[in-house]
């Protein structure tokens, strides 16, 4: 079985979300092969951690990793 680490994930003009230190929720979404609405619903519940930069939502990325610990 493969970890995140190893996954070549590219999105969009070969953006490597396994090297982004933060994420959008989309990006986040893609890393984990889940919809937008299902990390929403995480961040409502507060199993994942976020950071506001106005309207926007970051996720940092180690906060992805521990889900899968």
Do not use: C, H, Y
Request: proline share 3%; no cysteine; glycine share 6%.
């Amino acid at each position: 079985m493969q970890t995140l680490q190893t996954l070549p994930i590219k999105v969009g003009n070969q953006v490597n979300l396994r090297e982004k230190e933060f994420l959008s929720v989309q990006e986040a979404a893609d890393l984990v092969g889940a919809s937008r609405w299902t990390i929403q619903r995480m961040i409502k519940r507060e199993q994942i951690k976020v950071g506001k930069l106005g309207r926007r939502t970051i996720i940092p990325r180690t906060e992805i990793d521990n889900l899968f610990k």
